[in-house]
């Protein structure tokens, strides 16, 4: 049974840290992409991050880029979001996502499975 669970999740202050994890399990991870979607009130699910388990290769929203890093622990099939100097606009519930032979991580039909979520609030 293919899962995925968040956590990490919480309330911080602007210009605060987070990191997300996401423990995968019941597939075979190798050539997975692991994704970082999130949602806000009122607002479609739009990629935050993504990273491909066999070669390593990452992408970034320009929104978050040069605050968050993605980045995976294969012995763990472990994925992270850490996330530095945080947002009032960064508030959302964060998903990750597993997708095989995923073409456009942007695209949320590529991925197959998802987590439950964890919430992520930025107080300004």
């Known amino acids: 049974q293919v899962k995925l669970v968040e956590s990490g999740g919480g309330s911080v202050q602007a210009g605060g840290s987070l990191r997300l994890s996401c423990a995968a399990s019941?597939?075979?991870?190798?050539?997975?992409?692991m994704g970082w979607f999130r949602q806000a009130p009122g607002k479609e699910r739009e990629g935050v991050a993504s990273?491909?388990?066999?070669?390593?290769?990452?992408w970034l929203v320009d929104s978050v880029a040069g605050r968050f890093t993605i980045s995976q622990d294969n012995a763990k099939n472990t994925v992270y979001l850490q996330m530095n100097s945080l947002k009032p606009e960064d508030t959302a519930i964060y998903y990750c996502?597993?997708?095989?032979?995923?073409?456009?991580?942007?695209?949320?039909?590529?991925?197959?499975?998802w987590g439950q979520g964890t919430q992520v609030t930025v107080n300004s």
């Open positions: 990273i491909y388990r066999d070669n390593g290769r990452t």
């Open positions: 019941g597939f075979t991870f190798r050539y997975y992409c």
């Open positions: 996502a597993a997708g095989e032979y995923v073409a456009d991580t942007t695209v949320k039909s590529e991925y197959s499975y």
